[in-house]
Nanobody, 132 residues
């Protein structure tokens, strides 16, 4: 029903920047809250950043606050993750995802940051590698 595709990953050095994009199909993108997640080899998936349907509310993991910025352009059906001052520990596969439409902003943020409610849609991911 909804397809998500990430792009923009690559190999960079510590301190560099990358901008990830998540392009969504369908006509209802502007109604979805959206989030970015990442998973490193041997580690569990973790929340990175979230944004509500209007773009007026955002949330970030403590490890990326002040360095990463999530934004969206509903006219382009796209959500972005600007990553600055990258560190080797940021190395991971980065995924975008959409929680259920029925959730409020607070419920969606709670679900993305560790709640039991699963995401409805996931992209296939894009690799980010940061060398020291």
């Amino acid at each position: 029903q909804v397809q998500l595709e990430e792009s923009g990953g690559g190999l960079v050095q510590a301190g560099d920047s990358l901008r990830l994009s998540c392009a969504a199909s369908g006509r209802a993108f502007s109604s979805y809250h959206m989030g970015w997640f990442r998973q490193a080899p041997g580690k569990e998936r973790e929340f990175v950043a979230g944004i509500n349907w209007t773009g007026g509310a955002t949330n970030y993991a403590d490890s990326v606050k002040g360095r990463f910025t999530i934004s969206r352009d509903n006219a382009k059906n796209t959500v972005y993750l600007q990553m600055n001052s990258l560190k080797p520990e940021d190395t991971a596969v980065y995924f975008c995802a959409a929680p259920p439409l029925r959730l409020t902003t607070s419920q969606a943020m709670a679900a993305m940051t560790g709640g039991a409610t699963p995401m409805d849609y996931w992209g296939k991911g894009t690799q980010v590698t940061v060398s020291p």
